[in-house]
């Protein structure tokens, strides 16, 4: 079984955190840092314990801003030196964004040195929600850094609902603020810089998704095969949806004349088990298409009414008449994010988004055992 995710922020790690600013603050007060940093950590999930160690941060660097970055920057690697790296640097973030945006040019300057070395993708964002125009003003110059932390940096920490992150309310409303830049690094050499990217133009695509499909196919003409993959990624919601022009995107239009057999292995599932099934695609015309073909599971609530999730299945070119089977099987077994519930399901083939077959199927949930 995996460690907890609290874990990762250990006393252990602390000790280091003290040992490594004392390095550069001879007057550095380590017991008290280290004192106050795991007092009742144990008790405490991952970001509360970050909260609780940038907390100890705040009682033990100076009061001056100015001073407590000069001693931050001192504290990172440099030419083999071990400085605050990983994960170490999460409450760092935390006690930048507390302090930082009231120094403004000198917090993000600190958080471009910092990213290399963890990531700076939280910190960032209270300077954003501070001040959009100037941060993003200073943000959109590191799209030519030389450091590829610094790149996705500015593409990561402007995603409008970055997870774990503050959500950034006015680029939700309003995302065209942050497109040049995405657009700046969508060729950008390191894969970790587009996938960053594409994840950007994904989390837009909740909010705006005919915006981002006509981003899309603005920049698909002529696309190398990186910049497609990218751009596909970030199409994956819309592509789920099946907002039409996201899909036109990529080649799969209509086709009326496609038929589609969906065929269950069994009409009634026990939890713990799977659902067994087939499809049979047959393109009755007299042109090729390109098919995207999924499935959606419809769950039965907690109140008997019916919620899809788009599941992935494959992607096949048919020429006139030409057919395509697939068998699958979908497991209904214990996941954290879902709760399930007996009684009747429906499952559904979608087909360049459109439903094109369904059936209904019984989720049974096994008899309490008995004292």
């Known amino acids: 079984m995996p460690e907890p995710l609290k874990n990762l922020l250990h006393e252990a790690l602390i000790a280091d955190i003290a040992d490594r600013i004392a390095a550069n603050a001879p007057f550095y007060d380590r017991s008290r840092f280290v004192a106050l940093a795991t007092d009742g950590l144990g008790a405490l999930e991952l970001m509360e314990r970050s909260a609780l160690i940038r907390d100890a941060l705040f009682a033990t660097l100076p009061d001056d801003f100015t001073d407590a970055a000069a001693i931050l920057r001192a504290s990172l690697p440099a030419d083999g030196k071990p400085g605050l790296s990983g994960w170490m640097l999460l409450p760092v973030n935390q006690f930048i964004a507390a302090h930082g945006p009231d120094h403004f040019d000198l917090g993000l300057d600190l958080l471009k040195a910092l990213t290399p070395h963890f990531t700076a993708e939280f910190g960032i964002r209270q300077f954003i929600h501070r001040d959009q125009q100037r941060a993003l003003a200073t943000i959109s110059t590191w799209v030519d850094d030389p450091d590829y932390h610094v790149r996705r940096l500015a593409s990561e920490g402007t995603r409008p609902r970055l997870p774990w992150a503050i959500r950034l309310p006015q680029l939700v409303k309003d995302p ?167 009684g009747e399901h429906r499952i559904a083939i979608l087909i360049n988004g459109a439903e094109s077959a369904s059936e209904s199927f019984v989720l049974r949930m096994p008899s309490p055992e008995r004292s």
């Open 176 to 342: 065209a603020p942050i497109l040049p830049i995405l657009t700046a690094l969508m060729d950008d050499p390191e894969d970790y810089v587009r996938r960053s990217v594409a994840n950007s133009l994904n989390d837009i695509a909740k909010d705006h998704p005919d915006l981002v499909a006509a981003f899309i196919a603005d920049h698909i003409v002529g696309a190398s095969a990186e910049r497609r993959r990218l751009l596909k990624h970030a199409s994956r919601t819309l592509l789920k949806k099946g907002h039409a022009r996201a899909l036109a995107n990529f080649g799969f239009g209509a086709a009326a004349s496609l038929a589609c057999e969906l065929r269950l292995l069994n009409g009634e599932v026990m939890f713990g088990e799977g659902l067994d099934f087939e499809i049979r695609v047959t393109n009755a015309g007299e042109t090729a298409h390109s098919l995207m073909i999924d499935y959606a599971i419809h769950h039965v609530k907690a109140d008997g009414s019916l919620s899809p999730k788009v599941f992935k299945c494959k992607t096949v070119t048919l020429a006139p008449g030409q057919s395509h089977a697939i068998e699958r099987r979908h497991a209904m077994r214990p996941i954290t994010t879902r709760r399930y519930y007996p």
